[in-house]
Structure formats: C-alpha cells, structure tokens
C-alpha cells in the first residue's frame, strides 16, 4: 500500500495530466486505519460448510474504515436504490411487479383507521428495482444444457461445491442453503468507480461495453485511489451511465433489454482482492449487447463459452461475492464521493434467492 505522500504525487502526476484537477480533494481514510483494518481482516480459509463466502470479512476491519467516514464533518447520505413503483422499469424474467392499494380500514369499535397494500401473483420483490443476489441464486452445470428435457437440475453446482440435493432439493423447496438469511450485514467501505467519466467521456457506456481490469486500474489512478486500492471487504460500485436510462414511469422500455457490464477479466481481478459485494447501475451486472437476450446476439468479447453471465457465475459461485443490481450511483458519483460508508441489509427472507435491498452510502463530497 503506497504512503499518503505517494498518493498526493500520483494525484499531481494526473493533474499534469490533464486527467484530474490541481485542486481536487478526496476523503481517504487515513493510512493509519488503512494498515489497521488489514490486520484485522479474516483472510480464510472459511470454516467448512460456510455460506456467507466474502461476507466473512465484515466485522471490526470494515467497521473501523466506515466509522472514519461517518466523522467528516461534511459527509451526506446518498440514496443508492431506485424508488420502487408500478411504473418503474420492470424484470421481463418475472412476474408483473403491480402493488394493489387497499382502501383504508379499520378494527370495530375502536378509533382506529388503516392502510395497506397487496401485490399480484406471481410478483417476485427480490427481483425488481434495487436488489442483492443471495449466494444460491447461481450454480453451475458441469456441461451446457443442450435443451432436452428434463432440466438437469440434479447436477447443479453451487458455492463451495454444495450439490442441488442440499440447497435446493425439491422444485418447491427453499433454498435450504446459501439462501439471503445467511448473508452477512454488510457495513463497510465502499468504493465509487467512475466508468461513465474516465472510461467513456462523460457518455453512458453502450450496451455490451465492458469495465476491464484495466479500466479499474486506471479509474483508481484517476480517482486518487491508487495508493488506497481495493480493500478485502470493499463493496465497488461502478457507474457506467446506464442508470441515465432508469426512468419512471419507463417511457424508453429500453433499460431491461441490454446493458454495458463488469468484463471476465475485472471480475477475477475484484474476485482476488477478496470484495465482498459488486454493484452496478446495471440489470444484470454481466455486459448484455443489443439482442444477446432474444438470441440474436453473441456475449460480450471475452465471455467464456458456455457461460453468458459469466460474471454471475464467478462472482456467486466461485468466490462467494454478492451482487447489487440496480445501484442508483448518480448522485454519489457526480459529488466524487469515491470513498464511504455503505450499509446494505437485505431482508432476512428464509430460503430466499435475493432481496430487495435500500444500500446507502455515507460520506465526504469531493472538492
């Protein structure tokens, strides 16, 4: 981990640059906590038969980097989830999201009044607006289906080599493992990677686009992180510019059809530096070009055969590492907020594939 006055100078080198501003200053929590945390930080292996994967590494560590933040005195609150409605954009891979709104009631013969609200079958919460992906959302096969019934089900892999047989071993069952009432707390130090600004201009990203390794490596420089990097337990948010598409009520119908996304390369590079969760203002996470959806499209370049989500795949499957889709990072990005305190709590859904989550993230704006 590079010295305080190595972050200035890298900064300065940037400036001469063109890429960042002289006067541009970032809250970094101090080299002092940085060195601390990482010591306190559990390394593994987890013990046998774990299921929260990298949310082991929250505790003392990440507390003690978010407690730094939440002592500027000029630090905000941002909103990192979309209001959720029966006019937001909406999952094609669900059931319709429609919230019936119960007329007002009351109890008999007391002064009581009360309201309430009802959803439409088939609704799935979990999988609308701003949500967490349990660890058992994704497994593997050890081969492509080839589309013959039935679904081999059976043969799915999940986390930590579980089989179908524990996690999920009925079609009507919960999942018995790896379900979302397993994942930890998260309450941690975030870090806001730009995308939309030092990768593409000041554009949103296209669909299919991918974020690289490369591309993480040079926005920390840009962004003045390079002496700070990523830290076992972050949670990275990256902004492609997708959210810019995010409208209610969804006139453009165009958010849920495709979308740029985190590339293989970057995933096993975030994978390695042990995050505990990734999130995009994205739908799925994994770059999504135009068609791919219906078919008429190839995965983005450098997807490995077999495995269109292949950041799903990974991130779930191998290393342990949460999703948040549909991160709302507007806000947070345009005030250079790169890094926070970010406290995501999903729901305590027992056997529960995901959840909808209300993450936020608490810190300095960049001056």
């Not at 809250?27 to 002092?32: G, L």
């Not at 081999?152 to 979302?180: C, F, H, M, N, W």
Request: charged content about 15%; overall charge neutral.
């Amino acid at each position: 981990m590079k010295s305080p006055s190595s972050l200035r100078s890298i900064t300065a080198l940037l400036a001469l640059a063109g890429l960042v501003s002289v006067s541009t200053a970032i809250a970094v929590e101090p080299i002092s906590i940085l060195n601390q945390s990482v010591k306190k930080t559990p390394k593994g292996p987890w013990p046998k038969g774990d299921e929260m994967g990298m949310g082991n590494t929250q505790g003392p560590a990440t507390w003690m980097r978010c407690a730094w933040h939440l002592t500027q005195g000029t630090a905000k609150v941002y909103e990192l989830s979309y209001l959720r409605s029966n006019t937001m954009p909406k999952s094609p891979f669900t059931g319709p999201y429609i919230q019936q709104y119960k007329p007002t009631g009351g109890i008999p013969f007391t002064a009581h009044a009360f309201n309430g609200e009802a959803l439409e079958a088939g609704a799935e919460p979990a999988a609308q607006a701003t949500q967490m992906d349990a660890l058992g959302h994704f497994a593997a096969l050890p081969e492509p289906w080839k589309m013959e019934p039935p679904f081999p089900a059976d043969q799915a892999v999940y986390y930590g080599g579980r089989k179908q047989a524990t996690v999920k071993p009925t079609p009507d069952s919960p999942l018995l493992e790896l379900g979302i009432e397993k994942a930890a707390p998260i309450v941690t130090t975030a870090v806001v990677l730009d995308a939309k600004t030092f990768v593409n201009g000041g554009k949103a990203m296209e669909a299919g686009q991918v974020v690289t390794k490369a591309h993480i490596e040079a926005m920390l420089e840009a962004q003045g992180l390079g002496g700070r990097g990523i830290m076992a337990g972050d949670v990275v948010y990256i902004r492609t510019g997708w959210g810019d598409h995010w409208k209610d009520p969804d006139t453009e119908g165009i958010y849920y059809t495709k979308a740029p996304g985190l590339g293989y390369d970057a995933a096993q590079y975030l994978g390695e530096r042990r995050i505990v969760a990734i999130g995009l203002d994205t739908p799925f996470i994994d770059p999504v070009p135009e068609g791919m959806l219906e078919g008429k499209a190839p995965p983005a370049e450098g997807t490995p055969p077999g495995l269109p989500f292949a950041v799903h795949h990974h991130m779930l499957t191998k290393m342990g590492i949460h999703h948040i889709e549909h991160a709302n990072l507007q806000a947070v990005a345009n005030d250079k907020v790169w890094t926070s305190c970010t406290m995501v709590l999903p729901l305590r859904e027992k056997g529960g594939a995901g959840s909808a989550v209300r993450p936020i993230a608490i810190g300095a704006p960049g001056q």
